[in-house]
C-alpha cells in the first residue's frame, strides 16, 4: 500500500492548510486513497489537483471526495457508479430514507 506521508503533503498543501495537518488528518487521507483498484490513480490525483485548495472555497474531505468521485469517472465509471462508490453511506441512507431513484439522479446530477 502506497500513502502520503507529512513530508509529501507538507510540500503538496497550500500554506493554509499545513497548520491543520497532524496525525488523524493524514490518516483520514490515506484511508480516502487506499482503494486498492484505484490507488494510485487516487494518490496521483489528490496532489496533482491540490492547488483547488488554494481557493479556499473547499474542505479537505470536501476535496478527497471530489478527488475518489472524479478518478471513478475518469476509469470509466458512470455517474451513479461512481456516487455510490464515493458515498455509499450517503446512497444507502438515500434508499433507505424513501428517495426515489429520480430523487437520488438528480441529487448525482447536481453532484457530478
Not at 14 to 25: A, C, G, I, R, V
Not at 49 to 64: A, P, Q, S
Amino acid at each position: 500500500m502506497t500513502v502520503l506521508t507529512t513530508e509529501v503533503l507538507e510540500r503538496a498543501l497550500p500554506d493554509k492548510f499545513k497548520k491543520s495537518l497532524n496525525t488523524e488528518l493524514l490518516d483520514k487521507i490515506n484511508k480516502t486513497l487506499t482503494d486498492p483498484d484505484i490507488q494510485d490513480h487516487l494518490r496521483d490525483n489528490f496532489i496533482h489537483y491540490i492547488d483547488i485548495l488554494n481557493d479556499g472555497r473547499f474542505k479537505i474531505t470536501d476535496y478527497l471526495n471530489a478527488i475518489k468521485y472524479t478518478t471513478h469517472k475518469l476509469i470509466g465509471n458512470s455517474n451513479i457508479n461512481a456516487y455510490i462508490k464515493t458515498f455509499p453511506d450517503r446512497y444507502q441512507d438515500q434508499l433507505s430514507g424513501g428517495l426515489s431513484n429520480e430523487d437520488i439522479q438528480s441529487i448525482i446530477t447536481v453532484y457530478n
